[in-house]
């Protein structure tokens, strides 16, 4: 019998399930630091600026950052979280203090995981920067699946497309065009470049309210506009993948900064793939935003929106007041969300991009 050779992706999902797996069992392995009643001072406010596996590093009201525990009976706590926490009167294991609660979050991000369900990454979060590039590639539906997020979560979010120098004219006009898509149907729009300082400006002015985090696949240049926006913090910048076409992952963990003209702005590890198996149809269909006036007018009620008779939603298409772009690719959407579940539904845990 021929053995099936495994795709690139789940060369990738193995991987990553491995080392979930091993730091679970090192979490497990640690012995755990016990603070005493006498050993703690006063409650007071933080924020969580920084997530490691085990720990955090909470913020005070001045300013000053301790590494710090979390107690166990905590659910989750994420970068952007507001916490009561306490400071230790020494240093157990190069640990400050002690996270005892999280405050009611405004906003969060999660993302789906195949051992934990889902998973917050962020919270209290003002805006979502969704960043693409012309390199590796350009991908309306990548955009896509990051917009159902936010509309899901409830976040406004902003296009921004980095590398930009990289187009020649007749390529800047035929991207312009196409991101007036995303403009008529109400979302911001910014064309970047991290290496000219293209519109760096009007970037920085959109973070000097709130809070506000960059997601997006590796190799799009997250890492570089942090450097050109917080030039002090320095954060790795990873090439592109000659083999693979991907950008490396430069990021390891979750970190919050502050900026200089004011709000905030935290920066999350790169993701390849961003899984919406979570979502149902229906949630899907409403992360489409200009699908709402017609939702509910099809003649069926459990109209699919293809070939259905009836479908209000392909007539929108087909009157020009729904991008053939957007419908295409919320179908692929949709098709790719039935084949993931139905792989996880019999044992195969493979990623549909």
Known sequence: MTKRKLTQNQKRRIQDNNMNMLQRHYAKKKK???WQEDMLGELQDGLVVTRYSMHADVENSQGKIYRCNLRRTLSSVVVGDHVVWREGNQQLQGISGVIEAVKPRKSEITRPDYYDGLKPIAANIDRIIIVSAVL?????????????????????????????DLLNAEQRREVEEQLKIYQQIGYKTLMISAQTGENLTQLTDLFSQGTSIF?????????????????????????????????????????????????????????????????????VTKGYREFQYVLGTCKFRDCKHLSDPGCALREAVENGKISQLRFDNYHRLINSLNETKSQRHFGKETTVN
């Open 32 to 34: 755990h630091i016990e």
């Open 136 to 164: 590796p590639a350009l991908s309306f539906n990548i955009i896509d699946r990051y917009l159902v997020v936010c509309e899901e979560a409830n976040i406004p979010a902003i296009i921004l497309l980095n590398k930009v």
């Open 215 to 283: 997601v997006g696949q590796s190799g799009v240049g997250k890492s570089s506009l942090i450097n050109q926006i917080l030039p002090e913090v320095n954060a790795q910048v990873g090439e592109i993948s000659d083999i693979s076409g991907l950008g490396q992952h430069t990021t390891t963990s979750s970190r919050l900064y502050h900026l200089e003209q004011g709000g905030c702005l935290i920066d999350s590890p790169g993701i390849r793939e961003f899984g919406l198996w979570h979502l149902t149809p229906q949630q």
